[in-house]
């Protein structure tokens, strides 16, 4: 069955880029997705990429696809105290997401 | 406003008691799901629907029923079944796609706790 992996913690200082990285097992996936998630709310829709696309960028959000390694990754550029929440990557397969379990990002000033 | 809305923001019931969890959309969405997130354990699919009228299980169905009588209105009964009820419920919906995407937008979510 499908697989999302995700480190599970990034500490990062206001200002410096963010990287949170994924990796999925199902190579057939057409879409991908970033979520963003704060205390106690739903999740919110960051940004996402489709399966024959290399790179998206989205003001300060960058997502690299590398399909060989079926790997996934969200830079942040210039992380805010703002940005702190926990991020989940999504593949879509057959009408519905897999989720990874999330990242926590904490940002200190 | 268009949005998810799910009702209410907190639960509390006693054990052997069903529950229902309220989901309305006024998106025109034709997908609606729910899910159960855990500390540490990611989003768990229970039950999704495509179309109106029908619905289909996801990875942790059991213990849960749902309904789908209106496009509008998804609600998730938790019954006496379901072992360990106590989480966070989120539901969501997207558009009908044509290209394989599945772009779902959430609710805020209704914390469940069973005493």
């Known amino acids: 069955g499908e697989d999302v992996e995700q480190s599970l913690f990034l500490s990062v200082r206001e200002g410096d880029s963010s990287v949170i990285n994924c990796t999925y097992t199902?190579?057939?996936?057409?879409?991908l997705y970033w979520y963003k998630q704060e205390p106690g709310a739903g999740l919110q829709l960051l940004t996402y990429i489709f399966s024959n696309m290399d790179m998206k960028q989205d003001q300060r959000l960058t997502v690299l696809l590398n399909k060989k390694d079926k790997h996934l990754s969200l830079r942040i550029a210039d992380t805010q105290t703002g940005d702190s929440a926990i991020y989940f990557c999504?593949?879509?397969?057959?009408?519905?997401?897999?989720f990874g379990k999330g990242t926590m990002l904490l940002v200190s000033p | 406003d268009g949005g998810i809305t799910q009702s209410p923001k907190y639960l509390f019931r006693k054990e052997g008691q069903n529950v229902t969890l309220s989901c309305e959309q006024n998106?025109?969405?034709?997908?609606m799901y729910w899910y159960r997130q855990d500390p540490g354990q990611g989003l768990r699919l229970i039950y999704y629907s495509q179309i109106v009228n029908d619905f289909q299980k996801g990875d942790i169905a059991e213990g849960y029923s749902v309904s789908r009588e209106k496009k509008e209105s998804f609600p998730l009964t938790v019954t006496s079944a379901q072992k360990n009820p106590t989480a966070f419920y989120l539901c969501?919906?997207?558009?009908?796609?044509?290209?394989?995407?599945?772009?779902?937008?959430f609710g805020p979510g209704t914390r469940l706790t069973v005493l």
């Open positions: 969501a919906s997207s558009p009908r796609s044509t290209s394989g995407g599945n772009e779902q937008f």
């Open positions: 199902d190579s057939s996936s057409t879409y």
């Open positions: 998106l025109n969405h034709d997908a």
């Open positions: 999504a593949e879509s397969i057959d009408g519905t997401l897999t």
